[in-house]
């Protein structure tokens, strides 16, 4: 195969914010994450558009909903798409999210998709998700992604909240036949870590940590194995369709597809595509990995396993220990990219450590990055062809919870753009029948004029929640 000699990188932009307006760029370097600097070289890649093209099917976006779109289409559908990379492979979220593969996908909890749409359709809404989640189990077991199937740890962080834990726990067990535990603060000390932040924890048997681009890399080589096209440093700067065929405009050329699927995370831009204009908002993530802890930081953090934790914060805290033994550890950040890289948002976390294992308070921290979370307004995924008039899908809105689901989202999106979504009926489901909403007001009144309003309610929303997790 012939060896594409690849452009200078530009300098990665801690600063960039999807929702200003400025270009994602093209070429830019990785964010300076932990698992950037871990996973060896990236795989061969099909280099820049260079001419105007015509193909069949074109993938937005190369983090694992795309890769995976485009794997499963080549896979099970004989369709061998081309990826369309802005910058690097998997260069937004899927190479900046913590690596907690849940058996989850939104914000909602399982209790609120009964509150939402009712018992029927929250029991196979779960089992769609779960059948995710199985599946991409079965994918960390095909390559090297220093997998940990440990399941999940979800710590009251106040005592009070243990009565939500056990509701959640009974609603888990009774109604989805989840094998879920209740575990005292004295049983996370002796089988898991001394947390001094935990007053309690409900257990989930389900729940596999990987290293997140080693797993996209994976996908990757699998993809291109089957004939599947990447070609990164190559950003959509427009799309439109005319006469039924889509045309995507790249600073390298003009590509014409018949069908089109935007798999972009919290990296689309409002210019790009207008189905998505104001349907998503993107929120930063902040993350860190401590330098390894020695032997004897390991006795006094008391850490037994590399089970993934998170905590019942609104604005959560998500960590566990690396195989490495690495603490890593991630919460909120900023609201806009201009301030991505003020001092308080590092604080939050390492205030995080110290209050979590006062015993390793000081450690160094080697690696530090943000990203961005695509956060739907109603707080669920969307996997859907919103026009019916135009062979354009998507898939995003997983709001912090696709590092397993984004997978699954791919084989279905896969299945949609081959035509062989018409009798099954889990395309019925909300996720896949309904498109994205605009912002919302007091979850009522729902439109685009209220998106320059968003970053304001989010101020606002931050400060709340912090009063609610910290002190009310």
Request: aromatic residues 10%; proline residues 5%.
């Amino acid at each position: 195969m012939h060896k594409h000699v690849s452009p200078k990188k530009r300098e990665y932009d801690p600063k960039y914010d999807p929702l200003t307006g400025e270009s994602i760029g093209a070429n830019t370097a990785y964010s300076p994450t932990y698992w950037v600097a871990t996973a060896g070289e990236p795989p061969e890649d099909d280099g820049p558009v260079l001419a105007d093209v015509e193909v069949d099917v074109v993938i937005v976006g190369s983090g694992a909903t795309g890769l995976s779109t485009a794997l499963y289409l080549a896979k099970e559908h004989g369709i061998k798409a081309t990826i369309l990379e802005a910058n690097q492979v998997a260069w937004g979220c899927s190479s900046r999210n913590g690596g907690q593969g849940q058996n989850a996908s939104g914000r909602l909890s399982r209790s609120q998709w009964i509150e939402r749409w009712g018992l029927e359709t929250a029991k196979r809404l779960d089992a769609e998700i779960r059948l995710g989640f199985e599946n991409f189990k079965e994918l960390t077991r095909e390559f090297d992604c220093e997998a940990t199937d440990t399941g999940h740890l979800y710590v009251a962080h106040r005592p009070e909240k243990m009565d939500y834990l056990r509701r959640e726990a009974e609603v888990r067990r009774t109604i989805f036949g989840y094998d879920t535990q209740i575990l005292s603060r004295e049983e996370i000390k002796a089988r898991y870590c001394d947390d001094h932040d935990a007053h309690g924890a409900l257990l989930e048997s389900e729940g596999v940590g990987i290293h997140p681009l080693k797993f996209n890399f994976g996908l990757m080589r699998q993809a291109r194995a089957l004939g599947v096209r990447i070609h990164t440093s190559s950003p959509v700067l427009r799309s439109e369709t005319q006469n039924g065929m889509n045309i995507l405009h790249t600073p390298g050329g003009v590509v014409r597809a018949k069908r089109v699927a935007f798999c972009t995370g919290g990296y689309i831009e409002q210019k790009v595509e207008r189905t998505l204009k104001n349907k998503i908002l993107p929120i930063l993530s902040n993350s860190v990995v401590t330098r390894p802890l020695s032997p004897e930081e390991i006795e006094a953090t008391g850490f037994k396993s590399n089970i993934f934790i998170t905590d019942t914060r609104t604005l959560r805290f998500y960590y566990r220990l690396l195989k490495d033994n690495r603490l890593q550890i991630g919460s909120r950040s900023a609201v806009s990219g201009r301030d991505a890289e003020g001092p308080a948002h590092l604080k939050l976390l390492t205030d995080g450590i110290a209050r979590k294992f006062p015993a390793i308070a000081n450690i160094p921290i080697e690696y530090s990055w943000w990203g961005w979370v695509d956060v739907s307004h109603d707080m669920m995924p969307r996997i859907v062809r919103p026009d019916p008039d135009r062979a354009v899908w998507y898939a995003l809105g997983y709001g912090g919870n696709g590092v397993s689901f984004s997978t699954w989202a791919g084989k279905r999106l896969a299945e949609r753009i081959a035509g062989k979504d018409a009798e099954n009926p889990v395309f019925s489901l909300p996720i896949y029948a309904t498109p994205l909403e605009y912002p919302n007001l007091f979850g009522v009144i729902k439109s685009a004029l209220l998106a320059p309003f968003r970053r304001l309610g989010q101020h606002i929303l931050y400060k709340w929640y912090w009063l609610r997790d910290e002190k009310i």
